[in-house]
């Protein structure tokens, strides 16, 4: 069973960058199909970005795509996810999970092994 640690969170203004960064233990990310989620304050949780088992496929959701970016970097198996030019409705816990089942999903009920989130909030 892996475990995954989030971090990388702040309170930026509008504009810059963070880097997120999913650190697992017990079993190697490219054991996995990985994912970020976010969940605003009254919102379900809604996917933001995965990378593939091979590391091979990415994709992104509509509101990311082209400012954010998710990568693996398996000597440190860690996953991690470039946000580009925030915006405030970027404000979200986000979370790294991992799905062991084959294919990548969008869904959170997908995904069996979640991190503890971390808190990113962009001022305008």
């Known amino acids: 069973q892996v475990q995954l640690v989030e971090s990388g969170g702040g309170l930026v203004q509008a504009g810059v960058s963070l880097r997120l960064s999913c650190a697992a233990s017990g079993r190697t990310v490219s054991s996995y199909n990985m994912g970020w989620f976010r969940q605003a304050p009254g919102k379900e949780r809604e996917f933001v970005a995965g990378i593939s088992r091979s590391g091979a496929v990415t994709n992104y959701a509509d509101s990311v795509k082209g400012r954010f970016t998710i990568s693996r970097d398996s000597t440190k198996n860690t996953v991690y996810l470039q946000m580009n030019n925030l915006k405030p409705e970027d404000t979200a816990v986000y979370f790294c999970?991992?799905?062991?089942?084959?294919?990548?999903?969008?869904?959170?009920?997908?995904?069996?092994?979640w991190g503890q989130g971390t808190q990113v909030t962009v001022s305008s």
């Open positions: 999970a991992a799905r062991e089942r084959p294919f990548l999903r969008t869904t959170a009920n997908e995904y069996e092994t």
